[in-house]
């Protein structure tokens, strides 16, 4: 039986997209953290979960999205807005794209942006995004 884990039996997505607000922004190639449930955790570790603050990290493919990019800028580049937080939640979707389970994510604010370099030297391929939130919900 699961104790709280909110993501423990869920099934596998198909894709995962990021919506800010009410719109969705972004598809991302893949989102992880304790209470999303693609992260490792240990044993001993009580995961985060419904209800709990916490932190996700988010891979970002090569079509980003301007809303969510401009976001990131303000917060951790230009810092105009620290930190400007938002209603984040991070869809799973099956593959005919039926959404699967919705992590909603209270006051999220960016921690961390950083640019991963594609091997072949061809440029950034992917950026990895902290996101820290103050409680989350899930639905679906």
């Given at each position: 039986?699961?104790?709280?884990d909110a993501a423990a039996d869920a099934p596998l997505p198909s894709a995962v997209?990021?919506?800010l607000g009410?719109?969705?922004?972004?598809?991302v190639r893949s989102v992880?953290?304790?209470?999303i449930g693609a992260a490792s955790s240990g044993a001993?570790?009580?995961?985060?979960?419904?209800?709990?603050?916490?932190?996700?990290?988010?891979?970002?493919?090569p079509d980003k999205?301007?809303?969510?990019t401009d976001w990131l800028t303000r917060c951790l580049v230009d810092r105009t807005e620290v930190p400007a937080r938002q209603a984040v939640t991070v869809v799973h979707y099956a593959a005919d794209r039926t959404p699967?389970?919705?992590?909603?994510?209270?006051?999220?604010?960016p921690t961390s942006w950083e640019t991963l370099e594609d091997e072949a030297g061809n440029?950034?391929?992917e950026e990895s995004v902290t996101l820290e939130y103050e409680e989350l919900t899930v639905s679906g």
């Open positions: 039986m699961s104790h709280g997209s990021i919506e009410a719109f969705q922004v972004e598809t992880t953290g304790p209470a001993d570790r009580q995961p985060d979960g419904p209800g709990r603050a916490g932190e996700i990290t988010i891979v970002r493919g999205s301007t809303a969510f699967l389970r919705r992590f909603h994510l209270a006051n999220a604010f440029g950034p391929a």
